[in-house]
């Protein structure tokens, strides 16, 4: 089980660096096969460098036929994290700056690569899911021809008629 990085024990290590390899089931996200990869994180003094891979194959459902088909889930990221150095933490529901919006932690807290992970994986489920390119979508169920009940043949005459 991968725990947290302690940033502060990080930023105390010769390096400020380290590298993380992934071979485990996320939790939050259902697939086929453990998530694989590697995160490497390099503390800068203000801010933490995130670079990682990750990988899995989980099971989509095509939007177009409804069939489950199974997907390769790749993940290739670079990210600056900024570290807050007032050890103020945001709690509850509050108002932020649009020039706010970065990812920022605690300087003094940890960093959970496994969800940092998670989130990238999710980012990369494709919006439109398909089994492939060319899916039919849901074909129409051929019905075995039935006798027609005597009272309906009026109407049945009136429908071919119209066809």
């Not at 003094?108 to 992970?117: F, I, Q, Y």
Request: hydrophobic share 40%; proline share 4%; glycine share 4%.
């Amino acid at each position: 089980m991968i725990r947290p990085i302690a940033l502060r024990n990080l930023a105390a290590t010769p390096t400020r660096q380290v590298a993380v390899v992934i071979d485990e089931n996320l939790e939050a996200l259902e697939t086929l096969t453990p998530v694989q990869g590697e995160v490497t994180v390099t503390h800068r003094g203000d801010f933490l460098e995130v670079e990682g891979t990750a990988q899995t194959i989980v099971t989509l459902q095509c939007d177009r036929c409804l069939r489950g088909f199974n997907y390769r889930l790749e993940a290739n990221f670079d990210e600056i994290i900024w570290l807050d150095h007032e050890a103020e933490i945001m709690k509850g529901e509050q108002e932020i700056a649009i020039m706010n919006l970065e990812e920022h932690l605690n300087a003094d807290g940890e960093l959970d690569l496994l969800d940092l992970v998670y989130q990238h994986l999710c980012l990369e489920v494709p919006m439109r899911k398909l089994c492939e390119a060319d899916c039919p979508g849901i074909l129409p169920v051929e019905k075995k021809s039935e006798k027609v009940d005597d009272r309906w043949s009026a109407l049945s005459k009136l429908r071919e008629d119209l066809s």
